[in-house]
């Protein structure tokens, strides 16, 4: 069985960081490209980041690079996210992703492509 879980959330001021970690087990985690999305209330899902399989690309949607950063450790099947100069707009509960694909799509911010999502974990920054 497939588990996929979140942590790492919280509350935290703007200007702050927060490291998000995501916990995947019952699959070949390095067999798979691994997304980060975000939904904030009243607002549409967000593809924040993805890694291919090998981490040798990351992509980030445009309101957090240089601000966020992807990485993940295929021996231990986890993958994070560093946030770091966090603001209020960052308020969401994050979502971790397992996409069907080792790689990662030219449209991978839709979610089209993924075949496990995790339950989330809330960060809210204040301002």
């Known amino acids: 069985q497939v588990q996929v879980v979140e942590s790492g959330g919280g509350l935290v001021q703007a200007g702050g960081s927060l490291r998000l970690s995501c916990s995947a087990s019952?699959?070949?985690?390095?067999?798979?490209?691994m997304g980060w999305f975000r939904q904030a209330p009243g607002k549409e899902r967000e593809g924040v980041s993805c890694?291919?399989?090998?981490?040798?690309?990351?992509g980030y949607t445009k309101s957090v690079k240089g601000r966020f950063t992807t990485s993940r450790d295929n021996a231990k099947s986890t993958l994070y996210l560093q946030m770091n100069s966090l603001k209020p707009e960052d308020t969401a509960v994050y979502y971790c992703?397992?996409?069907?694909?080792?790689?990662?799509?030219?449209?991978?911010?839709?979610?089209?492509?993924?075949?496990?999502w995790g339950r989330g974990t809330q960060v809210t920054v204040s301002s």
């Open positions: 992703a397992v996409l069907s694909v080792n790689n990662c799509p030219g449209d991978w911010s839709t979610g089209s492509d993924i075949k496990h």
């Open positions: 890694i291919t399989a090998s981490a040798v690309w990351e």
């Open positions: 019952g699959l070949k985690f390095g067999s798979y490209a």
